[in-house]
């Protein structure tokens, strides 16, 4: 008589696996990743190199000599980390600090929860927010890419704005400075994932397109932020800063389109999506406006990841084979 072998679901099987689509994550960002090497040259290569080498070799020791199980570098994940954590970070950061980055993201945020599909938090943003806190200087020194003023360090547009506002001037004063094509085409100055809006983009539409995200936590993203900047410029031009300027300027993109969509920290239902979106847009803007930080995507993110397990209790996933 034979056995009758009984294996947990799901039954149909489907050939997508997390390798390939942490594969297809990869092949997304690498417009993004060239644009970076090429605004910023070699140094970016160097913070690349660091941070997916230290986050990789980092995952494979914790896996094979303290949670004694088979490595896990092979699905890829410590390589997303490693190039969003580098894109996160200004290309000037200093090697060390890249690999403290590395540390946080894979050591603290991501294995000590059990390793991919059980962290809480973006492990990336884990890690640049705690270079953040704890190294102010290397984090808010922006240089711009290479060709724009001569690369001379300063400001990001976010930055520029909130220190003219607290020196007096108007929101039209400042942005009088900024052309939307140069933000669109080549950011001027800011973190290495911000140097090319439409590099995001288009890594971003060739995801929905492999059916790798959908698209409403994004478009949820970007319609608040729209909406809530609309309402306050509108209010007062003087003070709040218009929704085409604040689409383009920031993280608020790379966040959006590659952070934020994360499946292991986002919500599984539609409306979940949607709720976690419309947190993340309506915390970004009330940052930008009335924080002392002129960037809130990577909070306002974290924030809505530590809200995912309520959104996937309130709002549940139609049962399958239910009309």
Not at 117 to 127: S, T
Not at 134 to 140: K, L
Not at 167 to 183: C, F, H, M, N, P
């Amino acid at each position: 008589m034979e056995k009758l072998l009984v294996s947990p679901n799901p039954h149909i099987h489907a050939p997508v696996s997390t390798k390939t689509l942490m594969r297809d994550v990869i092949i997304a960002l690498i417009p993004a990743v060239i644009c970076s090497f090429v605004f910023y040259g070699w140094r970016e290569i160097l913070v690349m190199a660091v941070s997916v080498a230290s986050c990789v070799c980092l995952e494979w020791a914790i896996t094979k000599y303290m949670l004694k199980k088979p490595s896990t570098i092979g699905d890829l994940s410590a390589v997303i980390t490693g190039i969003l954590l580098a894109l996160n970070l200004p290309y000037t950061t200093p090697w060390w600090v890249v690999m403290i980055g590395a540390v946080v993201a894979i050591g603290v945020a991501k294995m000590t929860f059990g390793g991919i599909g059980q962290n809480i938090w973006n492990p990336a943003l884990v890690g640049r927010v705690f270079l953040l806190v704890s190294f102010p200087t290397y984090m808010t020194t922006w240089g711009a890419p290479q060709g724009v003023m001569d690369a001379v360090s300063g400001p990001t547009p976010l930055g520029a704005i909130q220190e003219g506002l607290m020196q007096g001037a108007t929101v039209q004063e400042l942005t009088s400075a900024y052309d939307y094509k140069d933000l669109l085409f080549a950011n001027l100055g800011g973190s290495a994932g911000e140097a090319c809006a439409l590099a995001l983009l288009a890594g971003f539409i060739y995801l929905c397109c492999r059916k790798v995200v959908k698209p409403w936590i994004t478009l949820s993203i970007f319609a608040t932020v729209v909406l809530t900047s609309l309402i306050f410029w509108g209010i007062n031009p003087a003070r709040f800063t218009d929704p085409i300027f604040n689409l383009l300027t920031g993280g608020l993109i790379l966040g959006a389109c590659f952070m934020a969509t994360d499946y292991v920290t986002s919500p599984m239902s539609l409306w979940g999506q949607v709720v976690f979106g419309v947190g993340i847009g309506f915390l970004t803007m009330m940052i930008r406006y009335f924080g002392s930080y002129p960037e809130g995507v990577s909070f306002a993110i974290l924030f809505m990841n530590s809200v995912v397990p309520l959104l996937n209790m309130w709002f549940h996933q139609k049962k399958f084979g239910r009309k």
